[in-house]
């Protein structure tokens, strides 16, 4: 059997001695090429669970493992070139331009000049920007530009996995769907493993193959979002539900407007 993409074994965080565990406990196994969407209130340890997985944080106890080597053994440097991470915020510094923000990691690595060049090209493709907005400033771009950026920026050491938080939240709703539904053809087409954090759970079932839902720090569900339909537990149902339920009530009030 070969090692999953990215393994959490009995996963443990707690941030304080006066405050429950932000993490209690947490397994999972995540295969090459699948794409998990984890999907939760605010505070239920999704955000602290993906920054394990990359090792911006350690867990108290438990382990983590990235194709099939624990985390706190392998560099960081080669831990950021294996996994990229997105996050709502986007980050982009603002000082540096379109290019120079997208090729800081290869530049890390040492890449020429012509080398860079032609990756920020390449990535300003795959993520449907203008190639002349490589001289831009980040200020002079869209929210939704921004975070194409931020996804380029991510891609840009050649990744097998990608860790986003919220990667679409701060964007309006059109911007937020198509970029969705690009990222989800560019995770097929690169064959990425994606591990995003949303709590909509409409961009869950449209994006992800699988859902985990988390509550106080555990895991309350995991599955397909239909097998999700299908769970012993109400609340797990009604949250899967919700997409089709809001899409029913909005066809009816859209029909009646018709008269
Ligand atoms: P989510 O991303 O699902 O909103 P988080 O993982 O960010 O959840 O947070 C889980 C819990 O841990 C929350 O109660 C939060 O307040 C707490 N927490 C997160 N980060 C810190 C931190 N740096 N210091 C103290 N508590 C934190
Ligand atoms: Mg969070």
Do not use: C
Not at 60 to 89: K, N
Not at 103 to 129: C, M, S, Y
């Amino acid at each position: 059997m070969t090692d999953p993409m990215i393994a959490l074994r009995r996963v443990t965080k707690t941030y304080g001695p006066a405050a429950p565990p932000a993490v209690d406990g947490v397994s999972l196994e995540i295969a090459a090429g699948e794409f998990v969407a984890l999907v939760g209130g605010s505070g239920s340890g999704k955000t602290t669970t993906l920054k394990m997985i990359n090792a911006l944080i350690r867990p108290d106890s438990g382990e983590v493992r990235v194709g099939g080597e624990a985390v706190d053994t392998v560099a960081p440097h080669l831990l950021r070139r294996r996994i990229g991470y997105v996050f709502q915020e986007v980050g982009l510094f603002p000082h540096l331009s379109v290019a120079e923000n997208i090729a800081i990691t290869p530049r890390l690595q040492g890449q020429t000049k012509a080398w860079l060049d032609a990756r920020v090209n390449e990535l300003l493709d795959l993520v449907g920007l203008p190639r002349d907005f490589a001289a831009r400033a980040p200020r002079a771009l869209s929210g939704g530009q921004r975070q194409r950026v931020g996804v380029a920026r991510a891609l840009a050491a050649g990744p097998r996995i990608m860790l986003m938080d919220e990667p679409f939240g701060a964007l309006d709703p059109v911007t937020r769907d198509a970029l969705g539904g690009e990222y989800r053809r560019l995770h097929d087409s690169l064959s990425l493993t994606t591990v995003m954090v949303t709590h909509d759970v409409t961009e869950a079932v449209l994006l992800a193959g699988r859902i985990v839902i988390m509550r106080e720090g555990r895991v309350k569900a995991d599955g397909a979002p239909a097998a999700l339909l299908a769970h012993d537990d109400p609340e797990v149902r009604a949250l899967i539900e919700t997409p089709r339920r809001q899409a029913e009530r909005v066809r009816q009030r859209l029909e009646a407007a018709h008269g």
